[in-house]
């Protein structure tokens, strides 16, 4: 199992923002985007490398969590409270990194899910909902959801699926 160092994203994380890659081919032939194959995975790559996106660092109630392994920056996951629930803006995994089974990703994730726990207990809340969008074709992304057990909640648009869970906090001790 890969064991990724995870930190917060700062500004000195800028650099590392701005080298991820995600996708292959890493740039999309503009004339033909269509042929690109994955563009859901170039939209994230161009998404990690806003700064208008991403911000560094990020604030309450704005999440970013950065995972790193020998080679550099293997993961990105983003998220934020919105309305009181948490929405993941996006999970990111190194295109080295990518046929791996999901390993990196489900690390990614379950970082995510543990903290989303925590906010919970630490506010005292018996459940806090997370959702977020998924782009129909990413059948990566939506199988990595469902191993965490999100469910497809309906349509956001024709292109992107809208996904969920609720995550039971109630009657766990904060540590």
């Known amino acids: 199992m890969t064991r990724l160092r995870w930190e917060d994203g700062t500004s000195r994380h800028r650099r590392h923002l701005q080298g991820f ?8 032939n503009w004339r033909r985007p269509e042929e690109h194959g994955e563009l859901w995975a170039y939209r994230v790559q161009q998404a990690v ?35 009181g629930d948490f929405f993941l803006s996006l999970v990111g995994v190194a295109q080295r990194c990518r046929r791996a ?10 970082l995510m899910m543990d903290r989303v726990t925590a ?11 997370i959702s977020g969008n ?3 074709e990413n059948r990566a992304s939506k199988a990595m959801l469902a191993r965490h057990g999100w469910v ?9 699926e809208t996904w969920g869970r609720d995550v039971q906090v109630g009657g766990v001790e904060a540590s």
């Open 101 to 110: 089974g999901g390993v990196v990703a489900d690390e990614a994730m379950t």
């Open 21 to 28: 890659v995600c996708c292959d081919p890493e740039k999309p």
């Open 152 to 160: 497809h909640e309906g349509w956001l648009d024709g292109q992107y």
């Open 49 to 83: 490398r806003s700064r208008q996106a991403l911000p560094s660092p990020c604030r309450p109630p704005r999440y970013l969590a950065l995972g790193f392994d020998g080679r550099g920056l293997a993961a990105v996951v983003h998220y934020h409270v919105l309305g």
């Open 134 to 136: 998924v782009d129909r």
């Open 119 to 129: 906010y919970g207990v630490e506010n005292g809340l018996e459940s806090v909902w």
